[in-house]
């Protein structure tokens, strides 16, 4: 039972770097999101996805980019990182019912 | 814009006791209510999902209810044990149905004392 898989788990970058970060469902999910969680801040939508071919900007989409080419898969681009993306993201999937299914995170440092 | 306001920030008490967490949401126009329970360095993990058209959800020991017109949700932990302790979280759609993602507290961090 795979669910929700994130790869990679840790990494670190300099400044200025950059990197993607894969989700993968094999539920057959609609709908996909990336969140980015920091202390004090809780949970924040980064950027979601409708369907396969679709995205739209959530609460915090400033040094993000997202892609959805296949339905079961969701990229999340950082182009040049910055510190204040050293965060923990999580991305989710649902189906029409609305359960949330997590992903069990992708430590990010930038230094 | 959906806000979403979770009491007590954190909680300690004795095994064996039963606890009330508490959420609530500035937008009363949702399709559904989430629980979910975080562990530390872990993912979330849905615990109760509560539709409009439902007053309340049980899962064993867990209960939530839903008060749309008050804006408030409630989680019930009956016989609380060890294993319960982790940080317990509310998420209520940003619009509607929640296609467009759900806004969520900062959550309760639960210590069940053994």
């Known amino acids: 039972n795979a669910g929700v898989t994130q790869t990679p788990k840790f990494r670190v970058l300099k400044t200025g770097q950059s990197m993607t970060l894969l989700c993968a469902q094999d539920?057959?999910?609609?709908?996909m999101y990336w969140y980015r969680q920091d202390p004090g801040m809780g949970l924040r939508l980064i950027h979601y996805?409708?369907?396969?071919?679709?995205?739209a900007k959530g609460e915090v989409p400033d040094g993000y980019n997202v892609s959805r080419l296949k339905k079961q898969n969701f990229l999340l681009g950082l182009e040049s990182a910055a510190p204040s993306q050293t965060s923990v993201y999580f991305c989710a999937s649902t189906h029409y019912t609305g359960e949330l299914f997590f992903g069990e995170g992708s430590r990010l440092t930038v230094l | 814009k959906q806000e979403v306001t979770q009491i007590p920030a954190a909680l300690s008490v004795p095994e064996g006791e039963n606890l009330v967490l508490n959420c609530s949401f500035t937008d009363s126009a949702i399709y559904n209510l989430q629980w979910f329970r975080q562990d530390p360095g872990k993912g979330l993990t849905s615990l109760l999902l509560?539709?409009?058209?439902?007053r309340e959800q049980t899962s064993g020991r867990l209960n939530a209810s839903l008060d749309k017109s008050s804006g408030r949700s409630t989680l019930y932990i009956a016989a609380s044990q060890p294993g319960d302790s982790a940080t317990y979280l509310c998420a209520a759609p940003y619009s509607g149905g929640g296609a467009d993602g759900l806004t969520f507290g900062k959550g309760t961090h639960l210590i069940i004392q053994p």
């Open positions: 509560i539709q409009s058209s439902q």
């Open positions: 996805s409708v369907g396969e071919g679709t995205t």
């Open positions: 539920m057959n999910h609609e709908y």
